[in-house]
């Protein structure tokens, strides 16, 4: 069964740094896309960041050039640097996995926290 884990949460002050990580077990196959989606308290999830197993990255437009989004294929694992946050960074980042028959994994979510 594949299991993703997430890990790298937790509080923060505004303007500092954390870096999530994400790794998946229970697998011998590669995933197409990875990447992270957030959920902040009373809102929708939303796509933070993601890359293929070619590299290829995406990024919400309000997190360009503060987050750097990173794999290692040989690892099945996924990271995201999170550098200058602000408060409305604060939310539940999940890691996801893709496979190229369109079946998605989700981690179980790792909560991020930026205050004073």
């Known amino acids: 069964q594949v299991q993703l884990v997430e890990s790298g949460g937790g509080l923060v002050q505004p303007g500092g740094s954390l870096r999530l990580s994400c790794a998946a077990s229970?697998?011998?196959?590669?995933?197409?896309?990875m990447g992270w989606y957030r959920q902040a308290l009373g809102k929708q999830r939303e796509l933070v960041a993601s890359i293929t197993s070619g590299s290829l990255t995406n990024y919400k437009d309000s997190v360009k050039g503060r987050f750097t989004i990173s794999r290692d294929n040989a690892k099945n694992s996924v990271s995201l640097q999170m550098n200058s946050l602000k408060p409305e960074d604060t939310a539940v980042y999940y890691c996801y996995a893709d496979r190229t028959n369109g079946v998605r994994y989700w981690g179980r979510g790792t909560r991020v926290t930026v205050s004073s």
């Open positions: 229970g697998t011998s196959f590669s995933f197409y896309s």
